[in-house]
């Protein structure tokens, strides 16, 4: 487990309001399916980009880039590639 | 004659109220337009109840847009309008009106709702396919 992931799975816990203890989540579960609202969705993302430093652009607004823990690192580590470059 | 698409979504307004606590400026800029944000002021404060409902409204108009997984959708690009009778309005912009375009569905309407802890909206479009 990486570093990414449980810091992931902490913003989980804080933000998501999930129906579920997110420490126990498979990485690639659906967080929409384990409660994840819309609205909470909304605070993940923000939550997201405070921790890691990094800003989602409009075209990675999409379901699928928050659907999972897999999905919100993938789109962590690609950010924080893309800023470094 | 097409069919009829509807969205319906309920929103926590304590939900909103935490997000304008944690990220406040920064939470109003993601999500909502200049519009919404002035409109959205009772005496010069921003009233959580009636983001909650414009935010309801947003995701309303998502579920009759059906976008894929993959499919971006920014939340300004729905914005909710108070037209001078009072009641609301939705305008599409970018990758919200090219999803209503190329599905063939007609104008939305919307209509919002806030009481106590909740705000709720329904959104529905004819046409496009079922």
């Known amino acids: ?85 | 004659m097409g069919s009829l698409r509807v969205g319906i979504d309920l929103v926590p307004v304590g939900e909103v109220e935490d997000s304008l606590h944690t990220h406040g400026d920064r939470y109003l800029r993601r999500i909502y337009t200049p519009r919404e944000v002035e409109e959205s002021r009772r005496r010069g404060d921003v009233c959580p109840e009636r983001l909650a409902a414009r935010f309801a409204a947003k995701e309303a108009v998502m579920k009759v847009l059906r976008p894929s997984a993959g499919e971006a959708l920014p939340w300004r690009a729905i914005e909710v309008r108070r037209a001078p009778g009072g009641w609301t309005e939705v305008g599409l912009s970018g990758g919200a009106a090219a999803a209503a375009a190329r599905q063939g569905l007609g104008p939305m309407s919307v209509s919002l709702s806030h009481a106590g802890a909740y705000a709720a909206a329904v959104a529905v479009s004819a046409g496009g396919a079922s």
Do not use: C, K, W
Not at chain 1, 9 to 20: I, N
Not at chain 1, 22 to 30: I, T, V, Y
Not at chain 1, 43 to 53: G, H, R, T, Y
């Open chain 1, 1 to 85: 487990m990486t570093d990414v992931t449980e810091r992931i799975r902490m913003l989980l816990r804080d933000h998501a309001r999930l129906a579920v203890d997110p420490a126990g989540l498979d990485p690639h579960a659906d967080l929409y399916q384990a409660g994840m609202t819309s609205h909470a969705s909304v605070n993940l993302m923000l939550a997201v980009e405070d921790a890691f430093d990094v800003e989602f652009p409009d075209e990675m607004l999409t379901r699928s880039s928050f659907e999972s823990i897999a999905a919100i690192e993938a789109a962590v580590t690609h950010l924080s590639t893309e800023e470094a470059a």
